[in-house]
């Protein structure tokens, strides 16, 4: 469980601290109003005994874009960027365990958008080794907020007030995720993660525009999939289409490629074999097993880590 884990390092301030240490005083916006943009990202031990942080270039530019849309500064380098997730990753790292690293803008300063001040914070939490489970999978009634109200294109926390909601739902009805629809009540995301859907050989996903996150594991398995010659196709998911679908998965950086077993208690109608396939794939190319000039992934020693 990712969030009872308290390791023993955080970044905060530009250098590692105890994570006793790590506080933010009330008074600030991150505290008062939530205010902060962040990011997930996963690392993979590799199979030369490095350790490989997926697309960590796209992250960076995605809480660049998120940051832009808060209003809040963020002039770190890419390099400077990855030091801070190298520094913290390399301290933790445990063998045959893999990683998970939230990198997060915290508003310290400023009010109202007057003399903002942000500090990059990143925690990092082991994760092991293991397939993802089949999930069951609800709809939630709470909906993804319009691009006009609080934008899915900008991954803040407060975001993730109404997936908190969601997953209190769900989880009454035995359901482990929840999709949102959108304003127009059709498919926008899961709770933490894209929403993919297979019909007649074909995987479909909604659109950003839809109201999901600009997702990296989706630009990942497009491209997975065209090369597996497996059609791949972004357009708008009604929310009846999720229950006549043959297969279903979510996916994101941090649940991979998930696959669903039952759709608002119906069991899915066939096997998972073209997200399945995906999935497979999905792994071979962040483990390093057989890579894919696209699944970029960024590889330290582990040993020359500087601490
Ligand atoms: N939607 C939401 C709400 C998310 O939190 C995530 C995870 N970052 C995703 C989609 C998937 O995005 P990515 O593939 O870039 O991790």
């Known amino acids: 469980m990712i969030q009872l884990q308290k390791p023993k390092f955080v970044y905060m301030g530009g250098k590692l601290r105890l994570w006793d240490e790590a506080m933010l005083h009330v008074g600030c916006e991150a505290v008062t109003r939530g205010l902060n943009v962040f990011e997930g990202v996963k690392g993979y031990w590799q199979p030369d005994g490095r350790f490989g942080v997926v697309m960590l270039r796209q992250h960076y530019e995605r809480l660049r874009r998120s940051a832009r849309l808060l209003h809040i500064p963020f002039d770190h380098t890419y390099d400077e960027y990855m030091r801070a997730v ?3 990753i390399g301290a933790l790292l445990e ?4 990683m998970w690293a939230r990198t997060t803008l915290y508003v310290t300063e400023g009010h109202w958008g007057e003399n903002t001040v942000a500090d990059l914070v990143v925690t990092a939490y082991h994760q092991d080794k293991q397939l993802p489970e089949y999930i069951n999978l ?3 009634t709470w909906q993804r907020s319009a691009d006009v109200s609080l934008p899915a294109r900008i991954k803040t926390s407060t975001n993730y007030q109404v997936a908190r909601l969601a997953r209190i739902e769900g989880r009454a009805q035995g359901c482990q995720d929840m999709v949102l629809l959108n304003q127009w009540g059709r498919v926008a995301e ?4 894209c929403v993919l859907i297979v019909r007649e050989g074909g995987v479909y996903t909604p659109p950003a525009t839809e109201g999901a996150l600009e997702s990296i594991t989706v630009d990942i398995v497009e491209t997975l999939a065209h ?3 497996i059609k791949f196709v972004r357009r708008p998911i009604d929310r009846t ?4 679908a043959d297969e ?3 996916c994101g950086t941090l649940a991979e490629v998930t696959l669903v077993k039952s759709i608002e208690g119906l069991p899915l109608a066939k096997e998972a074999s073209i997200l399945g396939a995906l999935q497979e794939r999905y792994f071979q190319a962040v483990r390093g097993i057989y890579s894919h000039p696209f699944v970029e992934l960024s590889c330290f020693e582990s040993s020359t880590v500087r601490v």
């Not at 063998?95 to 893999?98: C, E």
């Not at 289409?241 to 006549?244: D, G």
């Open 227 to 229: 090369s597996l010659e």
């Open 95 to 98: 063998p045959d365990r893999d």
């Open 241 to 244: 289409e999720l229950l006549v």
């Open 248 to 250: 279903i998965a979510i």
């Open 190 to 193: 899961a709770t933490g993660s």
């Open 86 to 88: 190298y520094d913290l």
């Open 138 to 140: 609800g709809v939630s």
